[in-house]
C-alpha cells in the first residue's frame, strides 16, 4: 500500500444514480485531474447489507458467481453473489429485491423470498462455510417462508396442499415439516442489517416497512396475520425437533431484527442459527478495511442522501467510526447528492466536512440526471482544502 499519503474512497452507492464503484471512479478522476496520482488512491466500494452489497464484495476481490433463481414474483432472475476463501456474500436483494419487479407492480402479499435460499443452497454446493447474509431492499413480507422452502421445508395448508408464496397465504398454514431441510449445520451465517425491529406488532415487519413495499392499510393486518401464524407454526416445529420435551419454546419473533427484510431476518436466526451484525461493520471486516488506512491520509465517504437517517448506522458513519478507531486515527470527509445534516451533526458522527452536489448544482433533478461531473468537481474541491 506504501507511501504516507493515500486517500482512500469508500463511499456507498448514490442510490438510483450512481453504484458504489462508479462514485469511487468518478472522485479518483476528479482527485487526479486536481494532481492526487493513481497509485495513492484506494477505491474501497462499500454497502451496508442493502442494495450493492454484493457488489461491493466483488469489487473487494470476491469472485463473482451468477445463478438463475426464482424472482420475488416467481419469475426467474439471475442473481449475483460473491465467494472468496469459503465465505459467500449474498444480498437478498439481487434474488428478491424491489428492483426486480416491473415498474408499478409491486407484489406486497404474494412476493416470495424463495431465490434467497436458493442462493444459499448455490452457495454451500460452491463449498461456502460461511455465508454473510444482507437484508435490505426487498419486496417480500413472507417472514422468510419462501427462503425455508428453497431450503427444503413443506408447508402444507389444512388439506394438505402447499401454501401459495407470499405473506398473505401464510394465514393458511397448518403444517410445517422440516424432514426435508437441507443439512446446514456445518456452516456458519451472519445477517448484516441495521433493523432492529421484531417480527410482529406496531414496529414488525408488516406495519412499518409492508407500506414500502406497496400494501395497503388493508394489506398490512393481512400480512400480519400470516407472520403471526408462521412465527406460531415455525417456532414450534424448530423447537420441537431441537429442544428437549417440556424446554420453553424460542421467541424468535420477538429478536432484535427479526423483522428485517420483511422477516427474512426471523427465518435466519430461527432456522440458520444467524448471527447479527450491523451491516457496515460487518462488510469493512471482510474487506479487511483497516488494512488501507494505514498510511492513509484521508479518508472520502460518502452516499446519495446525508441526512437523520444516515446517522442510525449507515455506510458513511460506519466508515467514519473505522477511521477515527485507527491508530492514528485518519480524518474523513463525505461526498452526497444532498446533505441535510448540519455541521455539529457531521462532526459527531466523525466526518469533518460534507460535499454535496447541490452545492454546484441547487436543481436535484439535474444532480440525478449528470452526478458524475459534478461529483468530480467536489473531489477537486476536497484535494484543493484536504490535500494540498
Known amino acids: 500500500?506504501?507511501?504516507?499519503?493515500?486517500?482512500?474512497?469508500?463511499?456507498?452507492?448514490f442510490k438510483g444514480t450512481l453504484t458504489a464503484a462508479q462514485v469511487a471512479a468518478h472522485v479518483a478522476a476528479g482527485l487526479s485531474r486536481a494532481g492526487v496520482h493513481g497509485a495513492e488512491i484506494a477505491r474501497v466500494p462499500v454497502a451496508d447489507g442493502g442494495d450493492g452489497t454484493a457488489e461491493a464484495a466483488v469489487a473487494a476481490g470476491f469472485r463473482r458467481v451468477e445463478a438463475k433463481v426464482r424472482g420475488p414474483a416467481g419469475v426467474p432472475v439471475t442473481a449475483a453473489f460473491g465467494l472468496l476463501d469459503g465465505t459467500a456474500v449474498i444480498e437478498a436483494a439481487q434474488a428478491c429485491g424491489l428492483s426486480l419487479l416491473p415498474a408499478g407492480s409491486l407484489a406486497p402479499l404474494t412476493a416470495t423470498s424463495y431465490?434467497?435460499?436458493?442462493?444459499?443452497?448455490?452457495?454451500?454446493?460452491m463449498g461456502a462455510t460461511r455465508a454473510v447474509l444482507g437484508l435490505g431492499?426487498?419486496?417480500?413480507?413472507?417472514?422468510?417462508?419462501?427462503?425455508?422452502?428453497?431450503?427444503?421445508?413443506r408447508l402444507t395448508d389444512v388439506s394438505g396442499a402447499e401454501v401459495p408464496p407470499g405473506g398473505a397465504a401464510l394465514a393458511q398454514l397448518c403444517t410445517?415439516?422440516?424432514?426435508?431441510?437441507?443439512?446446514?449445520?456445518?456452516?456458519e451465517f451472519l445477517v448484516?442489517?441495521?433493523?432492529?425491529?421484531?417480527?410482529?406488532?406496531?414496529?414488525?415487519?408488516?406495519?412499518?416497512?409492508?407500506?414500502?413495499?406497496?400494501?395497503?392499510?388493508?394489506?398490512?393486518?393481512?400480512?400480519?396475520?400470516?407472520?403471526?401464524?408462521?412465527?406460531?407454526?415455525?417456532?414450534e416445529a424448530v423447537g420441537a425437533s431441537s429442544l428437549p420435551a417440556g424446554a420453553p419454546r424460542p421467541a424468535v419473533r420477538d429478536a432484535v431484527g427479526a423483522g428485517a427484510a420483511g422477516g427474512l431476518g426471523f427465518a435466519a436466526l430461527l432456522f440458520l442459527h444467524a448471527r447479527m451484525r450491523p451491516g457496515i461493520s460487518l462488510l469493512l471486516d471482510m474487506v479487511s478495511f483497516s488494512r488501507y488506512l494505514d498510511g492513509a491520509r484521508l479518508v472520502i465517504t460518502g452516499e446519495g442522501s446525508l441526512?437523520?437517517?444516515?446517522?442510525?448506522?449507515?455506510?458513511?458513519?460506519?466508515?467514519?467510526?473505522?477511521?477515527?478507531?485507527?491508530?492514528?486515527?485518519?480524518?474523513?470527509?463525505?461526498?452526497?447528492?444532498?446533505c441535510t445534516l448540519r455541521p455539529d451533526q457531521l462532526r459527531e458522527a466523525g466526518i469533518a466536512a460534507a460535499y454535496a452536489l447541490t452545492d454546484i448544482e441547487p436543481d436535484v433533478a439535474r444532480c440525478c440526471a449528470n452526478p458524475g461531473p459534478l461529483?468530480?468537481?467536489?473531489?477537486?474541491?476536497?484535494?484543493?482544502?484536504?490535500?494540498?
Open 307 to 338: 441526512d437523520a437517517q444516515s446517522l442510525h448506522g449507515k455506510a458513511p458513519v460506519g466508515v467514519a467510526r473505522a477511521a477515527a478507531a485507527h491508530h492514528p486515527a485518519v480524518p474523513v470527509v463525505a461526498v452526497a447528492g444532498v
Open 375 to 388: 461529483l468530480e468537481r467536489l473531489a477537486a474541491r476536497i484535494a484543493e482544502d484536504w490535500l494540498r
Open 137 to 153: 431492499g426487498v419486496a417480500t413480507t413472507d417472514g422468510g417462508a419462501g427462503l425455508v422452502q428453497a431450503l427444503g421445508a
Open 1 to 13: 500500500m506504501g507511501g504516507m499519503s493515500r486517500v482512500v474512497i469508500a463511499s456507498d452507492k
Open 115 to 125: 431465490g434467497v435460499g436458493e442462493l444459499i443452497l448455490t452457495a454451500v454446493r
Open 192 to 235: 448484516a442489517s441495521d433493523v432492529d425491529n421484531p417480527l410482529l406488532g406496531p414496529s414488525g415487519a408488516a406495519t412499518v416497512y409492508g407500506p414500502q413495499k406497496g400494501a395497503s392499510v388493508s394489506d398490512v393486518p393481512v400480512l400480519e396475520a400470516g407472520l403471526a401464524r408462521w412465527a406460531d407454526v415455525a417456532e
Open 176 to 187: 410445517l415439516d422440516l424432514s426435508g431441510m437441507h443439512d446446514l449445520a456445518g456452516v
